[in-house]
């Protein structure tokens, strides 16, 4: 399903982001420049997960994230993006988003699909893929998921992905994109899912992209679990509330990005904390 979302100030007004999201964003907006992977932290997602895909695999840092004041962003992606287990679907955190962002969001989501696995209401990423509108010509573009291609297994599966993202750049050049990989909808974490993961991160450090591990960064834990996953109506989707929390998250990391020091490929990382 596809919708566009913008959210209007009325609106906005009446929910608060956390207190230190909050000064972030307004920081971003005012330098009109948004900021996952951090070469200069020790605390990188990527950092510590591109790794395990291939001892091999080359890394380019990607530059900061340059959006306008008001951006416009593709969400794309499987239930999660499509809003699965709020209240309604445009509860979900791809809306949402908008709303935090100061901007809007066009959400392709459909449910149960993957770079592998076609979907309950469409095909799998790369037929989508090629069956969006380049008129669109978003800021930004966001790839999420997916956890439905964790039975799927590893064969093909690097070069669905490749094949699937050479399509979306060649769709919108112009586009920055990130990819945000796949939240846990169970713990532990599973080992498709967990190689899901790693397999991300590799291909996205190859070519210089933003890569955002929900995993790496334990956005779903123990102790939240039950808050942001809804597991009876939601079937292990995320609540409203879940929704809403996982918008949050994504809108500091993309704060974040903007705010990353460039480093050119292969140098050395003298601001870095590992």
């Known amino acids: 399903m596809i919708y566009s979302h913008a959210m209007n100030a009325a609106s906005r007004r009446r929910r608060t982001l956390p207190a230190v999201l909050t000064i972030a964003v307004l920081v971003a907006l005012v330098a009109v420049t948004l900021g996952v992977w951090r070469p200069w932290s020790s605390t990188s997602s990527t950092a510590q997960v591109a790794g395990a895909g291939s001892a091999e695999s080359v890394r380019i840092a990607p530059a900061p994230l340059v959006l306008p004041e008001h951006p416009s962003v593709l969400v794309f992606g499987d239930s999660w993006t499509y809003g ?15 709303e935090l962002l100061d901007g809007a969001t066009t959400v392709n989501g459909i449910r149960g699909s993957g770079y592998l696995k076609p979907g309950i209401d469409g095909p799998a990423f790369g037929e989508r893929i090629a069956a969006l509108d380049p008129a669109l010509a978003p800021d930004l573009v966001i790839i999420q998921g997916s956890i439905n291609d964790r039975e799927q297994g590893e064969a093909g599966y690097r070069e669905a992905v490749n094949a699937a993202w050479d399509a979306m750049s060649a769709i919108y050049p112009e586009a920055q994109i990130v990819i945000l990989g796949p939240a846990p909808h169970i713990l532990p974490v599973g080992a498709g899912t967990a190689r899901i993961d790693a397999d ?4 996205a450090a190859e070519r210089g992209w933003w890569y955002i591990s929900p995993i790496a960064e334990n956005w779903i834990t123990p102790e939240n679990y039950l808050d942001v996953i809804d597991v009876d109506f939601g079937r292990r989707h995320p609540s409203t509330d879940g929704h809403r929390y996982l918008a949050e998250r994504l809108a500091a990391d993309l704060v974040e990005m903007g705010a990353a020091p460039v480093t050119a490929a292969g140098a050395s990382e003298s601001t870095s904390n590992q």
């Open 84 to 98: 699965s287990a709020a209240s309604e679907p445009t509860l979900g955190y791809a809306y949402v988003l908008a």
């Open 200 to 203: 991300l991160a590799a291909l």
